[in-house]
């Protein structure tokens, strides 16, 4: 938690002083898929519960089902992340082009190695409802 907050709070101060490079910037974001893994990790966060649910209720079989789901949701999420991140190399945009990039690059990334561990699902899912607006929302 306290590394993400770091991380917003690097966000703000960069942006409130480079207002119009994070204005560039954003522009190149693709807020459908943006959108996109919105739902995804949503949905995966519905998942997560529902399997709770069904351990708790001694259903195995729904608690496969659910965990599947989650797992292949996070599949689609990093997925998803890929399309994303490749297209913006191929543009020439990189973790080093600038501030905004940087913390991009940075805060998305932590956030896909986040979402490998089931330990964090319900926080990641949390963080990405900021992420989201703050980064491909926010112009």
Request: aromatic share 18%.
């Amino acid at each position: 938690m306290l590394l993400f907050g770091g991380l917003f709070t690097a966000y703000i101060v960069f942006r409130l002083k480079f207002p119009e490079m994070f204005h560039k910037d954003f522009v190149h974001l693709n807020r459908v898929l943006g959108a996109a893994n919105t739902v995804v990790l949503i949905t995966s966060s519905l998942t997560v519960a529902l399997a709770i649910a069904s351990i708790r209720k001694g259903k195995q079989e729904l608690l496969k089902l659910y965990l599947s789901l989650t797992i292949l949701l996070a599949g689609v999420f990093l997925a998803i992340k890929y399309f994303e991140w490749t297209e913006k190399f191929a543009h020439g945009l990189f973790p080093g082009t600038d501030i905004f990039f940087s913390l991009y690059f940075m805060m998305t990334g932590l956030h896909g190695l986040h979402v490998l561990s089931g330990l964090y699902w319900h926080f990641v899912d949390l963080v990405w409802i900021y992420l989201f607006p703050m980064l491909y929302l926010i112009g």
